[in-house]
């Protein structure tokens, strides 16, 4: 299957620092991007939808101003959480799909990067 | 009520057991149906995909029900590793063209020695 990277796999930060991840497709190009965020024995939840070329989407209560995403290229998107608190220390993860749209595209899961704020 | 909802578990079954795990969501819109696998602290890692007509691979079979919106991995002869959280995914497309996954909270089995 195909590679997703992100970078970096873990960080620790002071709260009130910007902490930027990367999220690269290797082998593939993809036009969409998803970052999800996960806090301990909770499951998957999708943050932003990031769009090669356009502004991503947020999901209901994600504050965009906070969590900034740049899809700049086909295989390169950001995700920068701005004057981190605590409350943000989680688990973030991306994945890119399959070109295409086909109903059983596969996505593929980056490793994640823990973020913990102190 | 979640998109998507699970037996939270947790599954503690023998080896060689046989473990079923129920998964049923609110979207009738929804396209397409998985299972993923996943590791403490790893990223999931998709399992199988779930067909209207049912499928199995070796252990593991999976089924759907569009009508009653419910979906089931059975997992025969359990082994050690696969000890995991065991995640119910299901799939539209969003806005645009982006296929968008929603994860159900996970279904937690550890296997015995």
């Known amino acids: 299957g195909a590679v997703v990277s992100q970078h970096p796999s873990w960080v620790i930060c002071k709260s009130g620092t910007s902490v930027k991840i990367e999220c690269r497709s290797l082998?593939?190009?993809?036009?969409?991007m998803f970052w999800y965020r996960q806090f301990p024995k909770q499951s998957l939840m999708l943050m932003a939808t990031s769009n090669e070329g356009s502004k991503a989407t947020y999901e209901q209560g994600v504050e965009k101003d906070k969590f900034l995403i740049n899809h700049a290229s086909l295989t390169l998107s950001t995700l920068t959480v701005t004057s981190a608190h605590p409350e943000d220390s989680s688990f973030y993860i991306c994945?890119?799909?399959?070109?295409?749209?086909?109903?059983?595209?596969?996505?593929?899961f980056g490793p994640g990067t823990r973020l913990t704020v102190l | 009520r979640k998109e998507v909802e699970q037996d939270p578990g947790p599954f503690n079954v023998p080896e060689g057991a046989t473990v079923a795990f129920n998964c049923t969501y609110s979207?009738?819109?929804?396209?397409?149906f998985f299972w993923y696998r996943q590791d403490c602290r790893k990223e999931p890692k998709l399992l199988m995909s779930?067909?209207?007509s049912g499928n199995e691979d070796g252990r593991f079979t999976a089924q759907l029900n569009r009508a009653s919106q419910y979906i089931s991995l059975l997992i025969r002869d359990s082994k050690l590793s696969d000890s995991a959280t065991y995640l119910c995914v299901v799939s539209a497309i969003s806005s645009g063209s982006a296929r968008q996954l929603t994860f159900g909270s996970g279904t937690q089995l550890t296997v015995l020695p």
């Open positions: 779930v067909y209207s």
């Open positions: 994945s890119a799909g399959e070109p295409g749209t086909g109903a059983y595209n596969e996505q593929f």
């Open positions: 979207n009738s819109a929804s396209q397409s």
């Open positions: 082998d593939f190009q993809a036009t969409t």
